[in-house]
């Protein structure tokens, strides 16, 4: 599919990618607040959401870098799993959890602000390369991507 560029505007392709994020972004942030007592089977399942938000985070970061993004759909998208990370910190901060969890939990709950920190300089700044090539290092090392 062929879009036409006009100075100023960008593809509605990338417009629908943007909403189409949003809204994938709105059915996982429900997950994470899903209310209740963390157990191992929620904590387990939160980690891995997690890890995959910010391996996301790190291929938008290495776009950046390699120029394969426009500023755009980088800023958005960023802020959308920003807000994913966000969700995360907030409910794993504040449920309670089963026995013994309270420390592996709140950690988790650190880890997930720490990558809507790096998500969010990213959102702030998406033509910036120096600043996409921290957060893509940061969101590798904290989602253990390959």
Do not use: Y
């Given at each position: 599919?062929?879009?036409?560029?006009?100075?100023?505007?960008?593809?509605?392709?990338?417009?629908?990618?943007?909403?189409?994020?949003?809204?994938?972004?709105?059915?996982?942030?429900?997950?994470?607040?899903?209310?209740?007592?963390?157990?191992?089977?929620?904590?387990?399942?939160?980690?891995?959401?997690?890890?995959?938000?910010?391996?996301?985070?790190?291929?938008?970061?290495?776009?950046?870098?390699?120029?394969?993004?426009?500023?755009?759909?980088?800023?958005v998208h960023a802020d959308v799993l920003r807000v994913?990370?966000?969700?995360?910190?907030?409910?794993?901060?504040?449920?309670?959890?089963?026995?013994?969890?309270?420390?592996?939990?709140?950690?988790?709950?650190?880890?997930?602000?720490?990558?809507?920190?790096?998500?969010?300089?990213?959102?702030?700044?998406?033509?910036?390369?120096?600043?996409?090539?921290d957060v893509e290092q940061r969101l590798t090392r904290?989602?253990?991507?390959?």
């Open positions: 599919m062929r879009t036409k560029h006009v100075r100023g505007k960008q593809p509605r392709v990338q417009v629908r990618l943007a909403a189409l994020l949003v809204a994938g972004a709105a059915a996982l942030g429900l997950t994470a607040c899903n209310g209740g007592t963390v157990d191992r089977h929620a904590l387990t399942n939160d980690s891995a959401s997690l890890d995959s938000i910010a391996c996301e985070g790190a291929l938008l970061a290495h776009q950046v870098g390699s120029g394969g993004t426009t500023h755009v759909f980088t800023r994913q990370a966000s969700n995360f910190a907030d409910a794993l901060g504040s449920r309670d959890t089963s026995p013994g969890l309270e420390p592996r939990v709140r950690a988790k709950a650190r880890e997930a602000a720490r990558i809507a920190t790096a998500l969010e300089l990213l959102h702030l700044h998406p033509a910036q390369r120096d600043v996409a090539a904290i989602g253990g991507c390959a």
